[in-house]
């Protein structure tokens, strides 16, 4: 779990923190999970994240959300804004979309 991380973790510092297309279950949470990656980030450290955000308005992905467990999904916006509550900086990423479209 993101939020329940062990002692031995807590109680240390590192210089990078991954997380690989799995924030998306705890957006509605993510100043949790953020503030979590800040404390235990040192200073200059990376935060490198893998992920998927909201395109669409929330009433046009609602029925995925219910069925996928998703009580949230943010936009990038609304990232971007998380990420910067919590002492972190959004450095750039790379837009996948075109990667899974068929043709």
């Given amino acids: ?25 705890s957006h509605h949470r993510i100043d949790e999970v953020f503030s979590a990656v800040s ?3 040192c200073p200059g450290g990376y935060f490198v994240a893998t992920d ?3 395109i669409s308005p929330v009433d046009e992905v609602s ?8 009580p949230a999904i943010l936009s990038l916006d609304e990232m971007k804004a998380a ?18 479209v068929r043709y």
């Fill in 63 to 70: 029925e995925f959300m219910k069925l996928n467990s998703m």
């Fill in 1 to 25: 779990s993101y939020l329940d991380l062990p002692e031995t973790v807590l109680n240390q510092t590192f210089t990078h923190v991954m997380m690989q297309t799995s924030l998306f279950y």
């Fill in 83 to 100: 990420l910067s509550r919590n002492g972190l900086k959004y450095c750039g990423g790379k837009n996948l979309d075109d990667h899974y």
């Fill in 52 to 54: 998927f955000c909201r």
């Fill in 39 to 41: 404390k235990i980030l």
